[in-house]
């Protein structure tokens, strides 16, 4: 094949949309495919982002739109990578684009066919705190703001009704429930997978309650509780009732101890969830039920101190996973073995539960289809030798981001970027040794 210049990254989380930018900056062409019908990844759920505390919508509101209007990238949403062939330099890469049923050419966003839509289903997106249409945005403040039908739950689709409420909303006639999935092949040189990481399934934790006791949170869904954009326009209520929560315990380390390592964002997601409640609800009690403070570097150790102890008590477990959640006679009862060996005991409204971040749960079939490695915890594996390559176990294929391991914003970036700037090298190296071969031949 001859070298034409182009990447695919997988994945639009930070990492992704920043590693696309900078190969397109460059003239490269870039197939940048996400598997959600957005992109943003999981920065877009946070309020704001520590240590800066910086707005996210705000941060990363201007990445999205300038990879959405760049020429130099093709961006598949609701998209599947189903194959990769071929080696460096020269893979071949089909993706699967899924019938969205709405055009993202005509529809303008303006949302009229949810109203009219008989069919409402939890929104994953909102981490199921609130319900969505079968036709839906994810979120507030989408991009692309272009509507996706859940082909399961549409009455038309899945074949219980003869509805087009939707369709007749529509004045744009942006709507299609004829649509199809396309399937695209493309020639790519190489390719940077920026899938990101998921947080541990709480539920293999029944001690905790996350699922049983609704006044029991994930991390996720506390992000979304505060976010002005989110299910209750930032009001710090319990769920289901009007009620705000007056006592809350934090308990790090959900999951640490059956992943086996340490995530290094979590307790300063934590910390970034004191900051919040203590600005949103000054006179609340706040306890950081924890094991370790890891807090590393300059920023970090200095927004941890900036808290102060007015606005967190710190308890320290030395045994974090016999910490237990229980119902108790008025809200939730939180046991953990203390600092002295003795039960500690704490009566709270609301528990938060800092879980650990593990690999994304389809990231085995990308590694099968990609022919590359995972480490022992299930993350993309390096091959490095202590260079900093980003290379996968396969040539030609990098990572970059918290596929590779737990990252906050700031190192997904420096990789991403690290990680587009390796690809470039290649490529113009592999150009050159063309170059000669065509020198050579003619
Ligand atoms: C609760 C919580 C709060 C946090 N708060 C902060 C904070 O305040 N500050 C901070 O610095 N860090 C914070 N972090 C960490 C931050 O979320 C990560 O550093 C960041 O999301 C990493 O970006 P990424 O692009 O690598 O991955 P992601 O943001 O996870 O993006 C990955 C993208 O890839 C897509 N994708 C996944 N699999 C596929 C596939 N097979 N095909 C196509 N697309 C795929 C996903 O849908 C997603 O859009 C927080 C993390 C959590 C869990
Ligand atoms: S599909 Fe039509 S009605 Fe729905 S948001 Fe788009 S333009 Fe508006
Ligand atoms: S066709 Fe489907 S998406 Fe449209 S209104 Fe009916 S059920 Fe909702």
């Known amino acids: 094949m001859p070298k034409n210049g182009s990447v695919l990254v997988i994945g639009a989380g930070i990492a992704g949309m920043k590693a696309g930018l900078m190969l397109a900056g460059a003239s490269k062409k870039v197939h940048l495919v996400e598997k959600l019908p957005i992109i943003g990844g999981k920065v877009i759920k946070n309020?704001?982002?520590?240590?800066?505390?910086?707005?996210?919508?705000?941060m990363v509101a201007p990445v999205q739109q300038e990879v959405l209007q760049n020429s130099n990238i093709e961006t598949y949403t609701y998209s599947n990578v189903e194959s990769i062939s071929g080696s460096k330099g020269c893979y071949e890469v089909v993706i699967r684009r899924?019938?969205?049923?709405?055009?993202?050419?005509?529809?303008?966003?303006?949302?009229?066919?949810f109203d009219p839509c008989p069919v409402s289903i939890k929104n994953f997106w909102e981490e199921n705190l609130m319900d969505m249409k079968a036709v839906y945005v994810p979120t507030a403040g989408s991009l692309p703001n272009v509507p996706v039908i859940d082909s399961t739950h549409c009455l038309y689709l899945n074949g219980t009704k003869e509805c087009n409420l939707c369709v007749e909303a529509c004045v744009f006639d942006a709507i299609d429930l004829n649509d199809k999935d396309e399937v695209i092949t493309v020639q790519v040189e190489a390719i940077l997978i920026a899938t990101g990481a998921d947080i541990f399934d709480l539920s293999a934790l029944p001690e905790l309650g996350h699922g049983k006791l609704s006044a029991v949170y994930s991390p996720l869904e506390f992000e979304r509780l505060f976010a002005a954009n989110g299910p209750t326009l930032g009001e710090l209520t319990l769920r289901g009732t009007d009620v705000s929560p007056k006592r809350i315990a934090i308990v790090h380390c959900a999951g640490r101890k059956d992943v086996g390592y340490c995530s290094t964002v979590c307790c300063m997601y934590s910390f970034k969830?004191?900051?919040?409640?203590?600005?949103?609800?000054?006179?609340?009690?706040?306890?950081?039920?924890?094991?370790?403070?890891?807090?590393?570097?300059?920023?970090?150790?200095?927004?941890?101190?900036?808290?102060?102890?007015?606005?967190?008590?710190?308890?320290?477990?030395?045994?974090?996973?016999?910490?237990?959640?229980?119902?108790?006679?008025?809200?939730?009862?939180?046991?953990?073995?203390?600092?002295?060996?003795?039960?500690?005991?704490?009566?709270?409204?609301m528990v938060i539960l800092s879980a650990a971040m593990v690999p994304e749960s389809d990231?085995?079939?990308?590694?099968?289809?990609?022919?590359?490695?995972l480490d022992s915890h299930g993350f993309i594996k390096r091959s490095e030798n202590g260079t900093g390559s980003l290379e996968t176990t396969k040539e030609g294929i990098f990572v970059a981001g918290s596929a590779q391991g737990p990252m906050d914003i700031q190192?997904?970036?420096?990789?991403?970027?690290?990680?587009?700037?390796?690809?470039?090298?290649?490529?113009?190296?592999?150009?050159?040794?063309?170059?000669?071969?065509?020198?050579?031949g003619s």
Do not use: W
């Open 273 to 349: 969830f004191v900051r919040f409640l203590h600005h949103k609800l000054p006179e609340a009690e706040i306890f950081n039920i924890y094991l370790d403070v890891c807090v590393p570097g300059k920023s970090y150790q200095e927004f941890f101190t900036s808290l102060g102890e007015k606005s967190t008590k710190m308890l320290f477990t030395p045994s974090i996973e016999e910490v237990k959640v229980t119902e108790g006679d008025s809200a939730l009862k939180v046991s953990y073995p203390d600092a002295a060996g003795e039960t500690g005991e704490l009566d709270v409204d």
């Open 363 to 373: 990231l085995n079939d990308l590694a099968g289809i990609a022919g590359i490695e």
């Open 411 to 440: 190192k997904s970036v420096i990789q991403a970027e690290s990680a587009a700037g390796q690809i470039m090298k290649i490529m113009s190296n592999s150009a050159g040794e063309q170059n000669n071969e065509s020198a050579l």
């Open 47 to 58: 309020e704001e982002s520590f240590p800066n505390m910086e707005c996210s919508t705000c």
């Open 98 to 113: 899924k019938a969205r049923y709405i055009s993202l050419v005509n529809c303008i966003g303006c949302g009229m066919c």
